[in-house]
């Protein structure tokens, strides 16, 4: 079993930047896809970021340029900075984890693990 937990989350100013930071115990995840998931109210979880196991990233399109996923396979930890925020970034963001790796999932149904989520809000 994977265990993630997500910190960083909080209160931002519009063009601030936040650093969340998913940290995993119970497995090694340097075999596994990566990625960050969010959701706000009344919408369907959507990927944010995600990465591959050997560092193939993607981003949706709202968030190119401004954020940024990265791993730190030593410390089996997974990050995700958020520059330029907006308003409309504010949701709960969720860290995943892709045991099989096949493909750079978007599709949340092929995480096999999540974290509890943490808030990040963005006043205007």
């Known amino acids: 079993q994977v265990q993630l937990v997500e910190s960083g989350g909080g209160l931002v100013q519009a063009g601030g930047s936040v650093r969340l930071s998913c940290a995993a115990s119970g497995r090694t995840l340097s075999n596994y896809n990566m990625g960050w998931f969010r959701q706000s109210p009344g919408k369907e979880r959507e990927a944010a970021a995600v990465?591959?196991?050997?560092?193939?990233?993607y981003y949706t399109d709202s968030v190119k340029g401004r954020f940024t996923i990265s791993r730190d396979n030593a410390k089996n930890t997974v990050y995700l900075q958020m520059n330029s925020l907006k308003p409309e970034d504010t949701a709960v963001y969720y860290c995943?984890?892709?045991?099989?790796?096949?493909?750079?999932?978007?599709?949340?149904?092929?995480?096999?693990?999540w974290g509890q989520g943490t808030q990040v809000t963005v006043s205007s």
């Open positions: 990465i591959s196991w050997n560092g193939v990233e």
């Open positions: 995943a984890a892709d045991p099989k790796a096949i493909i750079l999932a978007t599709n949340v149904n092929a995480y096999a693990y």
